[in-house]
């Protein structure tokens, strides 16, 4: 390999580590963005009527938003971002811009996760 190949490939490399780091901040960032969020005074949070977080009707696909999924794994949001670019964590569908688990995937990974067990 020439020396300027080689340059090349370490530049590469530096350029990598940058973005995985990068992409670390960020993702600590949202997760404490969204844990200052949730901590606002009780005053400013309007109460929304209680209802179920999942419908239990089994004839439907049961759809859930990446919140819910992160409140039933117990995680945050930025977890779930964090799993969807790494093609890791529950299967996910894109529908326009939304993000959707159906509640079976998240119940098979769930079921595959070596530690539960």
Same mark, same amino acid.
């Not at 993702?27 to 179920?52: D, G, Y």
């Not at 089994?58 to 990446?66: A, K, L």
């Not at 529908?95 to 509640?103: C, E, H, M």
């Given at each position: *390999?020439?020396? =300027?190949?080689?340059?090349?490939?370490?530049?590469?490399?530096?350029?990598?580590?940058?973005? #995985?780091?990068?992409?670390?901040?960020? =993702?600590?960032?949202? @997760?404490?963005?969204?844990?200052?969020?949730?901590?606002?005074?009780?005053?400013? #949070?309007?109460?929304?009527?209680?209802?179920?977080?999942?419908?239990?009707?089994?004839?439907e696909?049961? *759809? *859930?938003?990446?919140?819910?999924? @992160?409140?039933?794994? =117990?995680?945050?949001?930025? #977890?779930m971002?964090?799993?969807?670019?790494?093609r890791?964590?529950?299967?996910? @569908?894109?529908?326009?811009?939304? #993000?959707?688990?159906?509640?079976?995937?998240?119940? @098979?990974?769930?079921?595959?996760?070596s530690?539960?067990?």
């Amino acid at each position: *390999m020439d020396p =300027n190949q080689t340059k090349i490939i370490e530049l590469l490399r530096e350029v990598h580590l940058i973005a #995985v780091k990068e992409i670390d901040r960020l =993702n600590l960032r949202i @997760a404490e963005l969204e844990s200052t969020s949730r901590r606002q005074p009780e005053a400013v #949070v309007t109460e929304r009527p209680a209802k179920p977080p999942f419908p239990s009707k089994s004839s439907e696909v049961e *759809m *859930m938003n990446e919140q819910q999924v @992160a409140d039933y794994l =117990n995680t945050s949001v930025g #977890v779930m971002r964090k799993w969807r670019l790494f093609r890791k964590g529950p299967r996910f @569908a894109k529908i326009g811009r939304a #993000v959707r688990y159906r509640r079976q995937d998240v119940d @098979a990974w769930l079921d595959s996760c070596s530690g539960l067990r």
